[in-house]
T-cell receptor, first 112, second 113 residues
Framework: ETGVTQSPTHLIKTRGQQVTLRCSSQ?????VSWYQQALGQGPQFIFQ???????GRGNFPPRFSGLQFPNYSSELNVNALELDDSALYLC???????????FGPGTRLTVT | DQQVKQNSPSLSVQEGRISILNCDYT??????FLWYKKYPAEGPTFLIS?????DKNEDGRFTVFLNKSAKHLSLHIVPSQPGDSAVYFC????????????FGDGTTLTVKP
């Protein structure tokens, strides 16, 4: 059984640029959640996708957007990058009826 | 306002002894609670969970206790092993928000041989 994978591992962008992060969910999982983890803090819920539809959103501005594809993989897009967007971005997949989430290793984004 | 709080940033215990990690929450809508363990360069790994209809759940060396009236939960690890050294996150969610967990800031556990 393949686990959750994320790409790229690390990324450096300049303020104002746009970035796309990718996540492949675990086999059999149809739900993907994205989290932002700033240094020294716990993961913060960005949004969740279930069967290609957004299924809830945390306290993040609209420049954070996402997609889920028919194979349940997902993308996180961030426009107009700000310095405070520098963080570890975690993707987690789950079966909708099961709260147990399986996290990927994350993408470390640095905005300069 | 942080809805899930882990007030101890770090904890150090001797191998073989008990580790107790604490977590407090403020949102009464939370009714499902989870603990995750995180090693460096890896994503969090699910450890154990408890729903609000229970006050205790055990899985091997790990036990989670829930005190709903105090809005407090704790994770007990007995006996602690050096491989348990990691960051432990407490998370909470409500039934209507499957998989949309609110996390605490974590407690770094160090188990000394």
């Amino acid at each position: 059984e393949t686990g959750v994978t994320q790409s790229p591992t690390h990324l450096i962008k300049t303020r104002g640029q746009q970035v796309t992060l990718r996540c492949s969910s675990q086999s059999g999982h149809n739900t993907v959640s994205w989290y932002q983890q700033a240094l020294g803090q716990g993961p913060q819920f960005i949004f969740q996708y279930y069967r290609e539809e957004e299924n809830g959103r945390g306290n993040f501005p609209p420049r954070f957007s996402g997609l889920q594809f028919p194979n349940y993989s997902s993308e996180l897009n961030v426009n107009a990058l700000e310095l405070d967007d520098s963080a570890l971005y975690l993707c987690a997949s789950s079966k909708n009826e099961n709260y147990e989430q399986y996290f990927g290793p994350g993408t470390r984004l640095t905005v300069t | 306002d942080q809805q899930v709080k882990q007030n101890s940033p770090s904890l150090s215990v001797q191998e073989g002894r008990i580790s107790i990690l604490n977590c407090d929450y403020t949102n009464s809508m939370f009714d499902y609670f989870l603990w995750y363990k995180k090693y460096p360069a890896e994503g969090p790994t699910f450890l154990i969970s408890i729903s609000s209809i229970k006050d205790k759940n055990e899985d091997g060396r790990f036990t989670v206790f829930l005190n709903k009236s105090a809005k407090h939960l704790s994770l007990h690890i007995v006996p602690s092993q050096p491989g348990d050294s990691a960051v432990y996150f407490c998370a909470a969610s409500a039934w209507t928000n499957a998989g949309k967990s609110t996390f605490g800031d974590g407690t770094t556990l160090t188990v000394k041989p």
